[in-house]
């Protein structure tokens, strides 16, 4: 039986777990960002979604056997960049 923390890095999580919090940080920004309608909160957003894409692009979440996880992920953060989008017109 293998586990899922077979592949953690110095900071002791796994690539999906970095990934699941880079999208949940690019979320809790967005949201802050339409919230307080700060120009800096949403280009502090749209950093952090960019941030969280180039991870979901990395080789080791390509070597994931699990590619639905790394599309639900995107998708999450195509909601976000959609949601700033709005904000900002």
Known sequence: M????HNEDQTGF?????????VET????????TRGQSKTLVDSAYQ???DARELSQSEE????DD????KQQ????DDSEHQ????KE
């Open 2 to 5: 293998t586990s899922e923390f």
């Open 14 to 22: 796994t690539d999906k777990r970095q990934l699941e919090l880079a």
């Open 26 to 33: 690019a979320q809790k920004t967005t949201g802050a960002a």
């Open 48 to 50: 952090a979604i960019e």
């Open 61 to 64: 979440l390509a070597a994931l």
């Open 67 to 70: 590619p639905e996880f790394v």
């Open 74 to 77: 995107q998708q999450l953060l």
């Open 84 to 87: 700033l989008d709005e904000f």
